[in-house]
């Protein structure tokens, strides 16, 4: 008998898997067992069974943790890191002239480098007018 990993190597291979699994709501049986309603059969199935001294706190979060929640969350996250990719693209020449010109430490914050900036010519505009 061979066994599937419960870790996958990658998270097509976890989609692949997700996708495969029958979309049927997962629900508890207000105890420890973590049910699917099927629409087909007309009837809950188990899907798991909660032991131990939490496993009434547990059989929900389960639940939660169906294919359909885990597709959505992977899909937050491919969202998240395509904008991150894209902020990167955009913010990095920024980061790089802001370093160059020794505006802010490289890794360091350009945004509060900037307000600091501010905050020092608005007290030397202030000098000046006093010398005026």
Do not use: F
Not at 51 to 79: F, T
Not at 104 to 127: C, F, M, N, Y
């Amino acid at each position: 008998m061979t066994t599937t990993p419960l870790v996958k190597s990658t998270t097509d291979e976890l989609i692949e898997e997700l996708e495969a699994a029958a979309n049927d709501l997962w629900t508890t049986d207000g105890h420890s067992i973590v049910v699917a309603w099927s629409d087909q059969a007309n009837q809950c199935y188990a899907v798991a069974k909660c032991e131990g001294p939490d496993r009434i706190s547990n059989a929900p979060y389960i639940a939660a943790c169906n294919p359909e929640n885990v597709l959505a969350l992977i899909a937050c996250i491919r969202e998240l890191e395509r904008w991150k990719s894209e902020q990167l693209q955009v913010m990095t020449p920024v980061m790089e002239y802001a370093h160059s010109l020794k505006i802010a430490p490289l890794g360091g914050s350009v945004t509060q480098a900037l307000i600091d900036d501010h905050k020092r010519l608005r007290e030397l505009e202030r000098d000046a007018e006093r010398y005026q």
